[in-house]
């Protein structure tokens, strides 16, 4: 019979009791100090080893003996025929636990790169128009009162833009067999000298255009149109909540990690003020303003001659929305920079426009 040293508990009080711990015939004995207990061996758990740290014999009471004799334990659970479990014996070598720690990074990896911008997309889809609209009108009223002013534009210039953007129809057939429709969509022109020659849509569909991209544009409507095509881009593809609900998504497993979910909805508004569209999603609002001018008489050239001016206007940068999503240091990058890029090379997109776009 094998026996170690070990202090008792009961599981009700703080008492310990000095007893010895020894196995007979599949049955665990505590003796000493005033206690007396036997317990079949299938009744008890045993805990992992955690370095010096005491190992815990529990009893179905809850009762427990703490062993911190090592050798002497593992000596009497070899007599048992006990053994830890696989999991156990991995983590315990190094090897294997650098090994799941990097399966673990690369699960996590992969799941932050295509398994979050799916889910964003599955939710994206299925969100009633109540809160992009909720989310936009909160983002926007945000805007009017930090950063935007009332347009000075001439009613008459802002409806003959508004004119020439719905009368467009978009790439392809309708349902019926006619004229493709627009996605929805509202203009609001803004004064705005701190972001300069701008345009973006919002969720909601709420498209701003800024004085000074109509200043840039100068006389011709065509530039205009060729950038709010883009931003059209952006809401056809609900590009807007996706980044937004995909930011929730990481807020919410961040918050769930936390117990922290207060921010999450209160969030989302502040968040699509800064909202940096993805280098993919630039490329694809490019691609569907190239298929709406082409279908609609007009050359995705028209968007690589703005693209060029609002570079040459913000000091050799790309807008900072304006067809240029919402960020603003999209520049001249070659190599690894340009790969790893928040936006394409504005060079590269506006080559890429002059050829008729994807």
Not at 38 to 46: C, F, K
Request: net charge neutral; hydrophobic share 45%.
């Amino acid at each position: 019979m094998t026996q170690v040293d070990a202090y008792y508990f009961d599981g009700r009080t703080s008492a310990r009791h000095r007893v010895v711990l020894s196995v007979e015939d599949d049955v665990a004995t505590v003796r000493g100090d005033g206690i007396e207990r036997q317990a079949p061996l299938r009744e008890l758990r045993v805990s992992e080893r955690a370095g010096a740290a005491p190992r815990l014999v529990t009893f179905a009471d809850g009762a427990f003996c703490e062993i911190g004799d090592h050798p002497a334990f593992e000596r009497l659970l070899a007599q048992t025929g006990w053994a830890d479990s696989a999991v156990v014996r991995w983590q315990s070598r190094w090897r294997t636990t650098w090994i799941a720690l990097a399966a673990g990074a690369l699960v996590l990896l992969a799941a932050y790169r295509w398994g979050v911008p799916w889910m964003a997309e599955q939710i994206a889809t299925r969100l009633p128009s109540q809160v992009a609209a909720a989310v936009g009108q909160q983002a926007l009223t945000a805007l009017d009162q930090r950063v935007l002013r009332p347009s000075r534009l001439p009613l008459a210039r802002q409806r003959r833009i508004i004119d020439a953007l719905s009368a467009l129809h978009a790439p392809g057939e309708g349902a019926a067999g006619g004229r493709a429709p627009l996605p929805a969509f509202h203009v609001h022109f803004r004064d705005a000298p701190a972001m300069g020659a701008n345009a973006f849509a919002l969720p909601s569909g709420d498209l701003i255009v800024t004085d000074q991209l109509i200043t840039l544009a100068g006389d011709d409507d065509t530039l205009v149109i060729a950038v709010l095509a883009h931003e059209l881009g952006h809401l056809q593809a609900r590009h807007g909540m996706r980044m937004l609900v995909q930011g929730s998504i990481v807020g919410a497993a961040v918050a769930l990690y936390t117990a922290d979910l207060s921010s999450i909805v209160s969030g989302m508004a502040a968040a699509s003020l800064s909202t940096r569209y993805s280098r993919e999603f630039e490329t694809q609002a490019d691609d569907y303003a190239a298929a709406l001018l082409r279908a609609n008489g007009l050359s995705p050239a028209r968007l690589a001659d703005m693209l060029e001016k609002m570079t040459a206007g913000h000091g050799g940068k790309a807008g900072a929305a304006g067809a240029g999503g919402h960020d603003g240091d999209a520049q001249d990058k070659s190599g690894w920079d340009a790969y790893f890029s928040t936006h394409p090379d504005p060079q590269a997109r506006i080559a890429r426009l002059r050829r008729g776009g994807g």
